[in-house]
């Protein structure tokens, strides 16, 4: 839910946060943040807009109605994090570092299926919910540069 009153600024009252391990390459960076958030409009709506179109009423598919904040973080914020995401209940998404080897959705549910819980190598993790509880869940953590 957002406060959306005509001449103020939009308010709301969830928030959208990446968390990514600081030691990654760019195009990781890039490619773990693409991945992660593409999860979260599948099973969450509320964080889908509405469909754009141009002046010449071109359309465009819709996208996220709030921003999303990326952040990055040490391997053992990133660790923490994972574990306070899990302990709130917060939908979420996971991208560890065996989905680098992977070439295909099949085989990436695979890599994170074969791994234990607090063993995962956790190189990025999208979180969704309050902003209070997603603010708690990436403390320590910075916002990418």
Known sequence: MSTDIPGEPVRFDTKIAVL???????????????FLVSGLGTQLPEVIGE???????VGYLPMFRQPVMVFEATKEVLVAAHARVLSRALP???FTSD???????????????AVATAELDVVGL??????N?????????????
């Open 20 to 34: 990514l391990r600081d030691d990654l390459e760019p195009w990781q960076r890039l490619n773990v943040t693409a």
């Open 51 to 57: 469909p754009y179109e141009d002046a010449d009423g």
């Open 92 to 94: 979420r998404a996971v």
């Open 99 to 113: 989905l680098f080897a992977t070439g295909n959705d099949r085989d990436n549910r695979a890599a994170v299926r």
């Open 126 to 131: 999208a979180v969704y919910g309050p902003r």
């Open 133 to 145: 509880g997603v603010d708690k869940v990436v403390k320590g953590a910075r916002m990418h540069p």
